[in-house]
């Protein structure tokens, strides 16, 4: 067999990334034009690392993959490092709210592990922290806003202001 053609050839192998995805959602959606409806899918992703690194993207496209890939090349351009106590918990408590979504994140001890649902659980999973209590405390079952919510309160454990900051000091 011809070398070029071995599927196990290293030329060939796709660099293996350090981090993990996982889709959140994927909807269809519709735009209405002139000539009727056109549809797509739009995927939403988390990427991070277990180590302290996190992103999270939206992508839409003709098809699912097309889409899952755009939502994964955004994800890794969105990426945040996080702060983690004793590399296992968040240094405090936090509230954080995004459009309709609120969520409370509370530090655990040690092996207490990770007690949170929907989204937030995979935004914090995929982030590294072991131990932590959360609860999304706003009505809406928007994962995508849920996930955003999420973000926001971690990046906010790095010192970075987010907007809802910026319009309270001023």
């Given at each position: 067999?011809?070398?070029?053609?071995?599927?196990?050839?290293?030329?060939?192998?796709?660099?293996?990334?350090?981090y993990?995805?996982?889709?959140?959602e994927?909807?269809?959606?519709?735009?209405?034009?002139?000539g009727?409806?056109?549809?797509?899918?739009?995927?939403?992703?988390?990427?991070?690392?277990?180590?302290g690194?996190?992103?999270?993207g939206?992508?839409k496209?003709?098809?699912?993959?097309?889409?899952?890939?755009?939502?994964?090349?955004?994800?890794q351009?969105?990426?945040?490092?996080?702060?983690?106590?004793?590399?296992?918990?968040?240094?405090?408590?936090?509230?954080?709210?995004?459009?309709?979504?609120?969520?409370?994140?509370?530090?655990?001890?040690?092996?207490?592990?990770?007690?949170?649902?929907?989204?937030?659980?995979?935004?914090?999973?995929?982030?590294?922290?072991?131990?932590?209590?959360?609860?999304?405390l706003?009505?809406?079952?928007?994962?995508?806003?849920n996930?955003?919510?999420?973000?926001?309160?971690?990046?906010?454990?790095?010192?970075?202001?987010?907007?809802?900051?910026?319009?309270a000091?001023?």
């Open positions: 067999m011809n070398p070029r053609q071995s599927h196990g050839s290293p030329r060939f192998a796709k660099p293996k990334s350090e993990q995805e996982k889709v959140i994927i909807k269809r959606v519709t735009r209405v034009m002139a009727g409806k056109r549809m797509s899918f739009r995927a939403t992703l988390v990427l991070g690392d277990k180590k690194k996190v992103g999270l939206i992508g496209g003709l098809d699912v993959a097309a889409s899952v890939e755009k939502a994964k090349r955004q994800a351009k969105n990426l945040i490092t996080v702060n983690l106590k004793e590399e296992r918990t968040i240094p405090h408590e936090i509230d954080e709210k995004y459009s309709a979504a609120r969520i409370r994140i509370k530090p655990a001890k040690k092996n207490h592990g990770l007690i949170a649902g929907g989204s937030v659980r995979t935004v914090l999973e995929l982030a590294g922290v072991k131990d932590v209590s959360a609860k999304i706003g009505r809406t079952t928007n994962k995508l806003t996930a955003m919510a999420t973000i926001r309160a971690l990046k906010r454990f790095n010192g970075e202001k987010t907007k809802t900051d910026e319009h000091t001023t």
